[in-house]
Nanobody, 126 residues
Framework: LQVVESGGGSVQPGGSLTLSCVVT????????IAWFREAPGKQREGISC????????KYEDSVKDRFTISRDNVKNTVYLQLNSLIPEDTATYYC????????????????????WGQGTQVTVSS
């Protein structure tokens, strides 16, 4: 099993990025997948989740209307489109394969639960 994030980078405020999470060696289309982020000096927080079939998505208030989650189960990839970025979005972004098909309680996941990637850095600065 391997979970690999990519797509991070440095952008100016107002910019956009698309993060990708590729899952291999695992039938990821059976499970919900979530995105978390961890800013310097802060706890890792769940920000978005998508169900196994892609029909349901959740967003936390801090990213709602700016970020969009989607998935392509043929490519075993989940995407997170980041728009209207602000400095407070600076963090390492992680995706995690959940142990169930939906997104219920996805925010309670910690590093010892689910399958995590190594993260991708997003820096928003002028």
């Amino acid at each position: 099993l391997q979970v690999v994030e990519s797509g991070g980078g440095s952008v100016q405020p107002g910019g956009s990025l698309t993060l990708s999470c590729v899952v291999t060696g695992f039938p990821s289309d059976y499970y919900g997948i979530a995105w978390f982020r961890e800013a310097p000096g802060k706890q890792r927080e769940g920000i978005s989740c998508i169900s196994s079939n892609g029909n349901s998505a959740k967003y936390e208030d801090s990213v709602k209307d700016r970020f969009t989650i989607s998935r392509d189960n043929v490519k075993n990839t989940v995407y997170l489109q980041l728009n209207s970025l602000i400095p407070e979005d600076t963090a390492t972004y992680y995706c995690v394969v959940l142990g169930h098909s939906g997104c219920d309680n996805y925010r309670v996941y910690t590093v010892d639960r689910g399958y995590w990637g190594q993260g991708t850095q997003v820096t928003v600065s002028s």
